[in-house]
């Protein structure tokens, strides 16, 4: 399933785009879609090094799974 957004551009952003989608043949909405799977990709790595970041300067604990899972009875 496909979802239609209307996003505005830096024009130097834009053209950008468009040179690229011109010289790959490709639709611009398929290259945003590229560059935002590859930009959550690394928010996803920086999010994760800012949790562990926080939770090594909290009092928490981590806890092994399995005793976890044993003491929900699991």
Avoid: C, P
């Amino acid at each position: 399933m496909q979802i239609r957004y209307n996003i505005t551009l830096d024009e130097e952003i834009s053209k950008e785009l468009e040179a690229a989608a011109g010289e790959l043949g490709e639709k611009k909405s398929h290259i945003i879609e590229k560059a935002l799977t590859v930009y959550f990709d690394l928010l996803d790595l920086k999010l994760a090094r800012k949790r562990l970041a926080d939770l090594e300067k909290s009092n928490d604990k981590l806890l092994d799974a399995e005793k976890v899972w044993k003491t929900l009875g699991i």
